[in-house]
């Protein structure tokens, strides 16, 4: 149990937003993390997703940690932020924007990639 | 699986006064669009809120009669 709060504790510290979800960022297995995908792919920072699908013990940990019973789960900078229910919302009123600010330290988002069609 | 009785019943163990509105999203009665609304919602923030509702559904959560939940929560005037 330990060693899994160390390792999450580590996880949160190394990546300013991260998903623990089901599947993998290329892979994804389940609609919610996918959609959890999508939204992040919106703001054009880096974003880090890691499968917990098939460990239950370190899914317990970190609903235990969260209050937080289902995945996808995301941090911010460390904080916890639910899922896609919570972060629309603060998407909208332009919450959102602020904390990725302020979590990869006043950077700004890479500028979204055009494709010119001749 | 489980009944939108029981799934409302089980909200309303953790928030009495709550109006839930349920929608079966896959037709399998265990991925919900769930709307609740509770004067216990006044000044907690939104993650507070849901966590409210999550702590109420925890063991249909962890036993899988509940596989996943759209939630959105209303805060209800006095």
């Not at chain 1, 991260?18 to 054009?44: H, Q």
């Not at chain 1, 880090?48 to 970190?62: A, F, T």
């Not at chain 2, 000044?43 to 759209?70: F, P």
């Amino acid at each position: 149990m330990a060693d899994f709060k160390e390792e999450i504790a580590r996880e949160i510290q190394s990546n300013p937003i991260l998903v623990y979800g089901k599947g993998t960022k290329d892979a994804p297995r389940c609609g919610f993390t996918l959609e959890t995908i999508e939204f992040f792919n919106r703001f054009g920072y880096p974003f880090e997703v890691i499968d917990v699908l098939e460990n239950q013990p370190k899914r317990e940990v970190l609903s235990e940690m969260t209050d937080w019973p289902t995945l996808p789960k995301v941090f911010i900078g460390g904080t916890f932020y639910g899922d896609t229910d919570i972060l629309e919302p603060m998407a909208a009123s332009g919450e959102l924007a602020a904390k990725l600010g302020e979590a990869f330290g006043g950077a700004p988002p890479a500028p979204k990639q055009t494709i010119n069609l001749h | 699986m489980i009944a939108d009785h029981t799934l409302r019943d089980l909200i309303r163990t953790g928030l009495p006064d709550a109006d839930v509105a349920i929608q079966d999203r896959t037709g399998t009665h265990d991925h919900f669009n769930v709307t609740v609304r509770s004067q216990a919602f006044a000044g907690k923030t939104l993650i507070q809120q849901h966590q409210l509702v999550y702590r109420a559904l925890k063991a249909a959560l962890a036993d899988g009669r509940v596989h996943a939940v759209e939630l959105t929560t209303i805060i209800a005037e006095n």
